[in-house]
């Protein structure tokens, strides 16, 4: 497995996603999206498995000005918005090769291998 997990140091969900594999000894690469975020290629092959980048936005989140201004923004400039803004991603972003998942979702963790 080669697992990467795009996350905060302050999301709960994330630290929970560490843990996960830390106590089932499985490594894993942690990018904080504060610092790097993801390349244009990754958050497409993770938008691809969820649901494109409306499944991707934390429709939730605090920043509700952003993430209006993002809901309102023509199609063809979306990505490009919500790239420069990783904090509207759902976090954490867990990937092995082309399987992703979005949030905490130990269940289908457990079913790679």
Known sequence: MNIQIFGTKKCNDTKKAERFFKERGIKYQFIDMKEKGMSKGEFNSVAQVNGGLQGMINWDGKDKDLLALI????????????????????????????ASTLGYQPDVWKSWS
């Open 71 to 98: 809901k309102y923004t023509a199609d063809e400039d979306k990505l490009e918005k919500v790239m420069e803004n990783p904090s509207v991603i759902k976090t954490p972003v867990v990937r092995n090769g082309k």
